[in-house]
């Protein structure tokens, strides 16, 4: 399979990812409105489903069919049982999630906490290794699709046409992700500190959230019953302190900064050492 075939699937996914992505941040701004965030997770697998019965149940979904792709399970196209499969997925995805918001809600239970750690690392060690095979081979994209033996296939409408490769997404997410990168950088610089109130204590029993998750806004957002998401509280531009431990750029930067501002040195969040520096990871 040649190199085409292989950024055309990886296009088509980042297309259905941006449009989850748009289609969730509505969706995020309509229960804000509505005062019904408690349910917001029950809502965003609702969407999950709708977009799934509309598309992947079909045999496709949108951003496969701009590249004319299709999923194949085999020559009859994507069988019942695959269906099923990525139903399937879509279940487990909001029951780990909320299995993991429950749990790092409880006291003790480090043994399952350590498990549930290995377990992700495992799962992201074979999800790498999933895609280094995916760019030699040039089949099933992501894990899931090669558990399930699922392929990215083109059409029979187009199979004798020559196949013709748009870089405009990538280009456009290209620009997009320098601008994000340049913001968060700069925005930190600007002192925009001043204007902020020192943040609550942060709970002691937050220290045993996993590595990935950023504390400093995950304490912040829950204290404001705003978002419990583990999911959406991930390091973004990871820095690590002087102890060792790692938080959110502009997360990291803002206390250093509340701190001069209060004349002392802002206490880890994970150990209560007390920060004098952050460096990029």
Known sequence: MNSQNRVIQLDSQLLDDELGSLLN??????ISILKLSQWKDEF????????FRLTTWRGSTYGLKLHNL??????NGLGLKKKI??????????????????????????KVKEAIEKLTKLYQLLDFYNFVSFLVGGRFPNLAYRISQIELKKTKLVQEQSETISFEFQNRQLIWNTLTEFLMFIMPKLNL??????????????????????????????NEKKDDSL?????????ETN??????????????ELGKREGKLWACARCGEEVEYAKPV
């Open 243 to 256: 102890c060792g431990h790692v938080y959110c750029y502009t997360c990291i930067c803002n206390q250093l």
């Open 231 to 239: 999911d959406n509280h991930l390091v973004t531009n990871p820095h």
């Open 25 to 30: 941040k509505q969706l995020d701004d309509s």
């Open 70 to 75: 299709a999923l194949m399970g085999s020559k």
């Open 44 to 51: 965003q697998l609702g969407l999950s489903l709708l977009l």
């Open 193 to 222: 500190s001043y204007f902020l109130k020192s943040d609550a204590k942060i709970d002691p029993n937050l220290r045993f959230l996993p590595e990935r998750v950023c504390l400093i806004c995950y304490s912040k957002d829950s």
């Open 85 to 110: 499969f990525l139903l399937g997925l879509i279940l487990g995805k909001y029951g780990y999630s909320k299995f993991n918001s429950y749990l790092y809600r409880e006291n003790g239970k480090e």
